[in-house]
């Protein structure tokens, strides 16, 4: 198991893709702290995770909210003492030209997608610079290597990550921190329910092939990093 002894923070991991990373690093061997709003979903990815013979613990977290997510990095340190991996994965998307956007959607999107990910950075810095070792992935998106139209408050909200980002990853570089981005072109998870004309499902990324590209990025050696990567279907929706 890669990650045998590791601990690792996932946020979103109620469904889509924080799930699947949640899962899949928890069956490379690391406990799993397990954040998003909803915690019947977590408690269901928790059970998940524990009957396979996994670690994990559920910290229900609203990720705008600076005190859930300073507690959600002490719970995960005073339960195991470490953390060696943050995966950001809570995000929601909504999508409108811009001149019928509204504006408590562009609120919401940047304060999730961006300062949400920014604070739980923040959060577990700390302890990682300690630990002199840690890996932070941030989900982006395709959007900031290819254009869609309808999606401004979002693409703005992810070239945000990407650049935060790429800041961070000079700053943590004498640290032994890792920070890197995994963009993902369309993948097949309920972000889309609520969209009325979503791409084919069927010809959309999974899960938990997202999963296996950031467990590559957490798994690594830890004097390589891989600090963005974009993983698209390969049949043309993006
Ligand atoms: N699906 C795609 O095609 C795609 C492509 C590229 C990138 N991405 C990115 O991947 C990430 C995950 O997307 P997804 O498709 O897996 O979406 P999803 O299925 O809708 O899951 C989103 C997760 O984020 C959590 N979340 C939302 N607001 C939150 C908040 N304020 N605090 C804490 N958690 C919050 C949700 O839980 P609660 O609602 O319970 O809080 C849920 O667990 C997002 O950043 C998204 O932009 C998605």
């Known amino acids: 198991m890669k990650l045998a002894g590791q601990v690792a923070v996932v946020t979103g991991a109620g469904r889509g893709i924080g799930r699947a990373v949640a899962v899949r690093l928890a069956r490379e061997g690391a406990a799993v702290a397990l954040a998003a709003r909803s915690a019947p979903e977590l408690d269901g990815v928790a059970g998940e995770i ?5 670690r994990a613990l559920v910290v229900p977290t609203d990720v705008r909210q600076e005190a859930a997510v300073e507690a959600l990095a002490r719970r995960a340190l005073a ?6 991996a943050l995966v ?7 999508f409108a030209p811009v001149t019928d956007s509204k504006l408590d959607d562009w609120d ?3 304060a999730v997608n961006l300062r949400g990910a920014v604070l739980c950075c923040r959060a577990v810095l700390p302890a ?3 630990q002199r070792r840690g890996t932070i992935i941030n989900v982006g998106s395709v959007v900031t290597s290819r254009t869609l139209t309808g999606s401004a408050a979002y693409t703005a909200s992810k070239y945000g990550l990407l650049g935060f980002s790429r800041v961070l990853a000079e700053e943590m570089r004498t640290h032994g921190v890792r920070v890197g981005v995994l963009s993902a072109g369309a993948t097949d998870t309920p972000l889309w329910d609520a969209m009325p004309a979503a791409p084919a499902r069927e010809r959309m990324l999974r899960p938990d092939q997202v999963a296996e590209a950031a467990l590559l990025m957490a798994t690594l050696d830890p004097n390589a990093t891989l600090e963005e990567l974009t993983l698209l279907p390969a049949g043309g929706i993006l």
């Open 50 to 54: 524990t009957q396979a013979g996994g």
């Open 79 to 84: 339960e195991w003492g470490r953390v060696d």
């Open 88 to 94: 950001n994965a809570a995000g929601l998307a909504t």
């Open 108 to 110: 919401q999107i940047l």
């Open 128 to 130: 990682m610079i300690a």
